[in-house]
T-cell receptor, first 115, second 112 residues
Framework: GAVVSQHPSWVICKSGTSVKIECRSL??????MFWYRQFPKQSLMLMAT?????????EQGVEKDKFLINHASLTLSTLTVTSAHPEDSSFYIC???????????FGPGTRLTVT | GEDVEQSLFLSVREGDSSVINCTYT??????LYWYKQEPGAGLQLLTY?????DMKQDQRLTVLLNKKDKHLSLRIADTQTGDSAIYFC????????????FGTGTRLQVTL
């Protein structure tokens, strides 16, 4: 089946620094990638949708200057949390769809803790 | 608007059947999905159903869709301890290129 990886799986950073999270589709070309955020014991909230080679589409209430998304190739998307603060601590999950479009394959998630 | 709701918790004995329910509000849903999330992990797609179907069975999993009532259920037959996880239903809306709206998640606890 289709495999999506994320790196790192867990990161701790200091307040004010930036953190980059990578999302890779390992065995298929991801035409669209999605970034979600999940707080403890809560559902996933879509942050943004990105298509290869174009600007990401952000959901309402998500700051595009704070959460920078780059989808430079058909197998890699990155999410950079800039000037992180403790309230940015969360579980970030990416997903990807191939050309079929109706199945999303999820990465294992990245737990970000900002101290 | 899009709103997907689930009950928060379900406890069943090993070997019994589990039924997890989900209601949604957007009648233009195209696909409806069930995902499983184990602690600290990403989401695993279990099954999905197209909105013009009433039922889909896949081994121990049975999905029922009542489009009139906007109600979706997932039945797990012969529930095992390894089925303990959080189960999310999700819908995708026609024309939005696979954008998913997730339910609140149901924590399934399987007891011996």
């Amino acid at each position: 089946g289709a495999v999506v990886s994320q790196h790192p799986s867990w990161v701790i950073c200091k307040s004010g620094t930036s953190v980059k999270i990578e999302c890779r589709s390992l065995d298929f070309q991801a035409t669209t990638m999605f970034w979600y955020r999940q707080f403890p014991k809560q559902s996933l909230m879509l942050m943004a949708t990105s298509n290869e080679g174009s600007k990401a589409t952000y959901e309402q209430g998500v700051e595009k200057d704070k959460f920078l998304i780059n989808h430079a190739s058909l197998t890699l998307s990155t999410l950079t949390v800039t000037s992180a603060h403790p309230e940015d601590s969360s579980f970030y999950i990416c997903s990807a769809t191939g050309t079929g479009g109706y199945e999303q394959y999820f990465g294992p998630g990245t737990r970000l803790t900002v101290t | 608007g899009e709103d997907v709701e689930q009950s928060l918790f379900l406890s069943v004995r090993e070997g019994d059947s589990s039924v997890i329910n989900c209601t949604y509000t957007d009648s233009s849903s195209t696909y409806l999905y069930w995902y499983k999330q184990e602690p600290g992990a990403g989401l695993q797609l279990l099954t999905y159903i197209f909105s013009n179907m009433d039922m889909k069975q896949d081994q121990r999993l049975t999905v029922l869709l009542n489009k009139k009532d906007k109600h979706l259920s997932l039945r797990i037959a012969d529930t095992q301890t390894g089925d303990s996880a959080i189960y999310f239903c999700a819908e995708s809306i026609a024309g939005t290129a696979s954008k998913l709206t997730f339910g609140t998640g149901t924590r399934l606890q399987v007891t011996l």
